[in-house]
C-alpha cells in the first residue's frame, strides 16, 4: 500500500505571499491532520479533516486553513505568509482519527519544508 | 494545559548500552499513548502504541515502553541500542480541549549512538 504523500516536497516563498500545500492519504484512510514542526516548538497540531469536514483544531490563528475532497485528499493553505510560518509541515492520515480520548495510529507523509523570506 | 514532557533533550549513548527515554503526560484520562521515531531524513514513523491491556507494550526493532498509570508515564526502553537508532524520539497523546481532540507531542528526544 502506498504511503502519505506531500507536495511538493520544498516551498519557498516571501512574506505576505499565500501557499498551498497538498496531501494524499493511504488509500481508505479518511482521516487527515496537519502538524506544523519547528526546531522550537516542536510538533504542533494544527487541525483534522474527517470525511470532508473539519472534526477538531488546533490553536492557530485563522490564516490557516485547509479542506478535504471526497476522496480524501487534503490541502492546508496558510496566508499572508509571516517569517514565523518557517516550519515542517506534515500530513498524517488514519482510518477513523481524531473520534475521541482514543484514537487511532496516524500515518505520517515526509512532509513539506517551507522557507519565508 | 494538558501536556506531554519528554525529560531528555539529548541523549548520547555508546552502542550496546541501554536506553529509557521519559515520557510523563499530564491528563488522567488517557487511554491511548504512542512512541514515535524520525531517523535522519526519513518521515515519523510509529514506533509502538498502548491502547489496553498488558502496560509492557513491544514495538519494531526491540524497543518497548511500560505505560505505569500511576506515574502518568509511558517510558522507551531499549536494552542495547545500536548506531541505527540514532534518530529523534517523540512521545504522543490524544488529548480533548473545548471539545476539540488532538493528538499531542512532546518536544522530542534526540538520540545519538557513538560506534
Known amino acids: 500500500k502506498a504511503g502519505v504523500t506531500q507536495t511538493p516536497r520544498y516551498l519557498i516563498k516571501t512574506r505576505g505571499q499565500q501557499v498551498t500545500l497538498s496531501c494524499s492519504p493511504i488509500?481508505?484512510?479518511?482521516?487527515v491532520s496537519w502538524y506544523q514542526q519547528t526546531p522550537g516548538q516542536g510538533l504542533q497540531f494544527l487541525f483534522e479533516?474527517?470525511?470532508?469536514?473539519?472534526?477538531n483544531k488546533g490553536n492557530f490563528p485563522g490564516r490557516f486553513s485547509g479542506r478535504q475532497f471526497s476522496n480524501s485528499r487534503s490541502e492546508m493553505n496558510v496566508s499572508t505568509l509571516e517569517l514565523g510560518d518557517s516550519a515542517l509541515y506534515l500530513c498524517?492520515?488514519?482510518?477513523?482519527?481524531?473520534?475521541?480520548?482514543?484514537?487511532?495510529?496516524?500515518?505520517f507523509g515526509p512532509g513539506t519544508r517551507l522557507t519565508v523570506l | 494545559a494538558q501536556s506531554v514532557s519528554q525529560h531528555n533533550h539529548h541523549v548520547i549513548l555508546s552502542e550496546a548500552a541501554s536506553l529509557e527515554l521519559g515520557c510523563n503526560y499530564s491528563y488522567g484520562g488517557t487511554v491511548n499513548l504512542f512512541w514515535y521515531v524520525q531517523y535522519p531524513g526519513q518521515h515519523l514513523q510509529l514506533l509502538l502504541k498502548?491502547?489496553?491491556?498488558?502496560?509492557l507494550v513491544k514495538g519494531i526493532k526491540g524497543f518497548e515502553a511500560e505505560f505505569i498509570k500511576s506515574k502518568f508515564s509511558f517510558n522507551l526502553r531499549k536494552p542495547s541500542v545500536q548506531w541505527s537508532d540514532t534518530a529523534e524520539y517523540f512521545c504522543?497523546?490524544?488529548?480533548?480541549?473545548?471539545?476539540?481532540?488532538?493528538?499531542?507531542f512532546g518536544k522530542g528526544t534526540k538520540l545519538s549512538v557513538i560506534p
Open positions: 498524517a492520515s488514519s482510518l477513523e482519527g481524531l473520534a475521541g480520548p482514543s484514537t487511532d495510529t496516524q500515518y
Open positions: 488509500s481508505g484512510h479518511r482521516s
Open positions: 504522543a497523546v490524544p488529548y480533548s480541549g473545548a471539545g476539540s481532540y488532538q493528538l499531542t
Open positions: 479533516y474527517f470525511s470532508e469536514t473539519q472534526r
Open positions: 498502548y491502547f489496553s491491556g498488558d502496560p
